[in-house]
């Protein structure tokens, strides 16, 4: 390969600058945190994200906060920053604490380091459950206090003034009586010299001053210039890309490969069968793709799924006549049914779904000298770390995870086993030698991959008294279990995944007679969360037949949820906020549109929205404006949250009106997305966002603005048009 | 062999014909801002200009490209890909980021021609672009927000 040496060269000293630049960050003076061998990006100018390539190196236990000569703060942020806001919201927590001025605030993803950086909430290292901030509120905040702690102590020894008369306010200590003052990065060497104080007293909320002002987000710049890094955009030298040839049905085995005119490919260095499938390693993505589509591949399918999705359908059916477990139960929903006036019954079904981020699934990286590190958007790293270290056949301390920037994920890369990790490390152990390969899945991998959400049918009863009050409640899940078989089967209880009954069984309204069941399938399709689990199908399910049931017995939507709501005040808080703000007169509005009202908690969060649609001209619901209103506890970043909700509302949105994958025979029909269709700009509602005031603990965003927008829109549509929507996507095709 | 200019700089490659500008921006020239999402033209991430107009690279061969001249999220300049970028970090419109060279390219080339768009035309130009976090809602107001210090 040749190129002309000018731009080349302005490439290289780029790169260069960028490292050299890096390496002069200045050494040792470090407040509560010891690093080997990491590169430190020295900036200047606003809060921003520090982005390194190469995330060796050991930090010690309180390795939370690093408070630099150049006056930069720069906390290692311990969950995956894939669009929900953490690398912001965590570095804000510390900024609060610490009284630092928020230009100086830097953030950086943690590498794989379980004991270190471990989700509080699940005891290994990850990200997902919108545990993020929840799960971080008080450990970073105390991180921010004890390095604030360390400063002022050092402040004090250096101008032999008593602590308590020292101020800090926006990254400057002060004592006013001697007129002392000193930034940060003035004290940061001799500050790191202190002990750090073994209890710390964080602020009374009424004292925040970052949290709850929606600072700017710290990576909104390099995503806004293509600076950003990604896995895809990893260098490393000599590296190979990697396209692995995926069986046509899940877990089919290669038994036989002509490889000739892969082998012919100009650029192809090598190609190996692996458990996932065959690998090529090519210098570059095009010839790895295009020798991957000259393979002749035997796959042995014995054992592998067959069935087709209508089979998968009446299998369902008939399960849900089975007997079930019990998930819930209160007062004697079979006797209230029978004893009711009006009895109403529906069945729902929810397709398979793939997540679809926008960065397909990729994986850099290398062995060399004994010793393997990898580099990707890894969102259980604890379970990544442990299945390379396996595959490599490797001791643990002799693999390393870099956590980069995820394009996205939604679930997906919440590998419980570790996959994507396992599949790049088998395609490196393949090559028997030291290397640095970069996996690569294309969008047909990602789409094909498996691991969507599962397909799951809801069978609803419901019965009125003479009043049409809602007096029993009946509703059977069947489903595929998605923590079965993984690190987190411990959840199973009773029989019972909570990931397939959550948001049905702790069903908020007040009806006496309830029982939600539960019938757990075996398919030989790989399933995983997909951005808000369950809730996707027991948010809709609920929603929309509750609603049809306060509709056939006269009651507003709003109203009649509401009197179903006064045990549960922080449910009926958000209707009522939302029902505020689109001023809601009732369901029909008139113009050829119509309302629809839906109010779901999930991970402890609670959204209501409100959608109006309108007959879209391909016989769709147009959605033209969501309201919506979320009660998240403390609001640690208002803008972040509207983001997410905003961002839930169009991803929900886009899976209940499009989406599906199917199977013909076991195999995967969908492709890309010109056949598994992504919600666009032209289909994009107006939205508005009201967040609550509240002082309850912080609580998750990232995935409760998806549950209400798919029950709001069907309940918009019903009242529009008459039609219950039942079997998802509304442009359903197939069955 | 194909010569073309990318950012302003002459540059020649020497990869078989039909490979996708994209992959030669991507893996030859070390131009990572530039994304790969589908493959096939369908989500935009890939949106550089070839000649002042928005292209897929992940389906333009290079051989195609030959002469012409290329510009990436890396080498954007003037006064709308200024007022575009500073309209994106104002309303901090990405969150995963990855489709936004993608957006931001579009947006650029959809200012150039028409310097105070309507939702509509906002719409017809951005379509093509998908954005998997459905940033949408806050990609319209940056426009608006750009083509406004535009027109100041």
């Known amino acids: 390969m040749r190129y002309l040496s000018t731009l080349q060269q302005a490439v290289l000293v780029t790169r260069r600058e960028f490292l050299r630049t890096a390496g002069t960050a200045g050494a040792g003076l470090i407040v509560s945190v010891k690093l080997g061998g990491l590169a430190w990006a020295q900036r200047s100018g606003a809060a921003s994200v520090i982005q390194s390539e190469d995330a060796q190196g050991t930090i010690d236990a309180t390795g939370f906060v690093k408070v630099s000569p150049d006056n930069t703060v720069t906390v290692m942020v311990k969950h995956l920053e894939m669009g929900q806001g953490p690398y912001t919201g965590l570095t804000t927590l510390v900024a609060e604490e610490l009284d630092a001025h928020w230009s100086q605030m830097r953030a950086q993803g943690a590498p794989a380091n379980t004991e270190l950086y471990k989700n509080l909430a699940f005891g ?22 004890t390095a604030r702690a360390m400063l002022v102590a050092a ?189 109403y019954e529906a069945e729902y079904v929810f397709p398979y779904l793939a997540h679809a981020p926008m960065e397909p699934l990729d994986c850099a990286i290398e062995l060399s000298d004994g010793a393997c590190q990898a580099w990707f958007g890894s969102q259980l790293q604890t379970v990544d770390h442990m299945t390379i270290a396996k595959v490599m056949e490797l001791p643990a301390e ?108 702790d069903l908020p309204y007040a009806i006496a007679n309830l029982r939600v069941s539960a019938h757990a399938t075996e398919v030989g399709v790989p399933v995983l969360w997909w951005r808000s689990v369950g809730h996707t199908h027991t948010g809709y399910a609920t929603e929309t037949f509750l609603d049809e049931l306060l509709v056939a017995s006269g009651k507003d939507p709003v109203q009649g949820r509401l009197a179903l709501l006064k045990s549960e005040p922080r449910h009926a808080g958000v209707l009522k906020a939302v029902a505020n703000l689109a001023r809601w007169k009732g369901a029909k509005v008139g113009d050829g549109r119509a309302r629809g009202v839906a109010v779901h908690k999930s991970f402890d969060t609670y959204v209501a929205q409100i959608a109006e649609v309108s007959m879209g001209s391909n016989g769709l619901p147009k959605v033209e404006h969501v309201w919506c209103a979320i009660d998240c506890g403390v609001a640690v970043n208002p803008e972040v949250i509207k983001a997410q909700m905003e961002g839930g509302i169009g991803y929900g949105l886009g899976a209940v009106l499009f989406d599906e994958i199917t199977l013909d025979q076991g195999r995967v029909v969908q492709a890309n997305f010109n056949n598994y269709r992504m919600l666009r700009i032209d289909e994009m509602p107006k939205v508005d966002v009201v967040v609550i005031r509240s002082t309850e603990k912080p609580t998750g965003v990232g995935e409760p603005g998806v549950p209400p927008i798919g029950p709001a829109v069907a309940n918009a549509w019903r009242a529009l048009t008459g039609t219950s929507v039942r079997h998802l996507p509304f442009n359903r095709v197939s069955v | 062999m194909t010569s073309f200019f990318v950012n302003g700089q002459s540059v020649i490659v020497d990869v078989d014909p039909d490979t996708p500008l994209l992959w030669v921006l991507r893996d030859e020239l070390k131009l990572t801002g530039t994304k790969f999402g589908c493959g096939i033209a369908q989500c935009g991430a890939c949106t550089v200009h070839l000649d002042g107009m928005p292209r897929r690279s992940c389906v333009t061969p290079i051989a195609s490209v030959a002469g012409g001249k290329v510009t990436t999220i890396e080498g954007i300049s003037g006064k709308e890909a200024d007022a575009v970028t500073r309209a994106w970090i104002a309303l901090d419109v990405p969150q995963c980021g990855y489709c936004q060279s993608g957006q931001v390219m579009t947006a650029v080339a959809l200012l150039a021609e028409i310097r105070e768009p309507t939702d509509s035309d906002i719409d017809a130009a951005m379509a093509g672009n998908v954005c998997r976090c459905a940033t949408y809602v806050r990609i319209r107001a940056a426009i608006h927000r750009a083509a406004a210090t535009l027109g100041a």
């Open chain 1, 124 to 145: 290994i290292q990850g990200t997902g459950g919108s545990t993020a901030i929840a799960n971080s509120y008080e450990q970073m905040r105390k991180a921010g206090a």
């Open chain 1, 155 to 343: 402040a004090a020894e250096e101008w032999g003034v008593p602590a308590k008369e020292i101020s800090v306010r926006k990254g400057v200590l002060r004592h006013s009586a001697s007129g002392e003052q000193a930034t940060f990065g003035q004290l940061a060497e001799r500050a790191a010299k202190m002990a750090p104080p073994n209890d710390v007293q964080l602020k009374d909320p009424s004292r925040f001053t970052l949290i709850g002002s929606s600072v700017g987000k710290l990576d909104s710049p390099e995503k806004s210039t293509g600076q950003a890094i990604y896995t895809i955009d990893v260098q490393r030298p000599d590296v190979l890309t990697v396209l692995v040839a995926h069986p046509p049905r899940f877990g089919a085995k290669a038994i036989a490969v002509d490889d000739t005119q892969a082998r012919a490919v100009r650029g192809v260095v090598d190609i190996k069968t692996i458990p996932q499938g065959v690998a090529v390693y090519a210098k570059g993505f095009w010839p790895a793709s295009k020798a991957r589509a000259a393979l002749k591949i035997t796959w042995d399918e014995s054992g592998t799924e067959m069935r087709s999705t209508a089979q998968l359908l009446a299998q369902y059916r008939a399960h849900a006549e089975q007997p079930q477990v019990a998930a819930s139960s209160r007062g004697n929903a079979q006797t209230a049914m029978e004893k009711a006036v009006r009895r």
């Open chain 1, 398 to 505: 002799k693999v390393g995870i870099g956590t980069l920037l995820a394009g996205g994920s939604f679930g997906r890369r919440a590998q419980p086993a570790g996959d994507l990790a396992g599949e790049a490390a088998a395609a490196l152990k393949a090559l028997g030698r030291d290397a640095s390969i970069k996996l690569v899945w294309t969008r047909e991998d990602d789409i094909r991959g498996g691991r969507y959400r599962p397909f799951t049918l809801h069978r609803l009863r419901g019965g009125l008294d003479k009043s049409g009050n809602i007096v029993a409640w009946d509703q059977t899940i069947v489903s595929q279990s998605i923590i079965k078989g993984s690190p987190f089967e411990m959840m199973i209880k009773d029989g019972v995944d909570p990931t397939m009954v959550e948001g049905a069984a």
